[in-house]
Nanobody
Framework: QVQLVESGGGLVQAGGSLRLSCVAS????????MGWYRQAPGKQRELVAT???????NYADSVKGRFTISRDNAKNTAYLQINSLKPEDTAVYYC???????????????WGQGTQVTVSS
């Protein structure tokens, strides 16, 4: 059984920083890509950033220059460094990964349980 577990959320003041982590565990053959999404109250879940196994990255326009996604393939872990936080960044942040459990299985999408980020003004 594959699990994604996020950590690192919390309450910070505007202008502050946080580093979110997402660890994938279980029977994993490969992961590509890993990503972060967020959902603010009353809004739809939206893409924040993704990173491929080769390190290629993609960001939402709203976070470019402030957020940095990275990953450690050996640890099946993705990170999201969040700087210059704004109140509008307040949301539950979810880890997402496309995973194959064996060389022969199809890819499946997995989600973590989410970690709350709250930014006070």
């Amino acid at each position: 059984q594959v699990q994604l577990v996020e950590s690192g959320g919390g309450l910070v003041q505007a202008g502050g920083s946080l580093r979110l982590s997402c660890v994938a565990s279980g029977s994993i053959f490969s992961i590509d890509p890993m990503g972060w999404y967020r959902q603010a109250p009353g809004k739809q879940r939206e893409l924040v950033a993704t990173i491929s196994s080769g390190g290629g990255t993609n960001y939402a326009d709203s976070v470019k220059g402030r957020f940095t996604i990275s990953r450690d393939n050996a640890k099946n872990t993705a990170y999201l460094q969040i700087n210059s936080l704004k109140p509008e960044d307040t949301a539950v942040y979810y880890c997402n990964a496309r995973i194959r459990t064996t060389r022969w299985n199809a890819w499946s999408i997995y989600w973590g349980q989410g970690t709350q980020v709250t930014v006070s003004s």
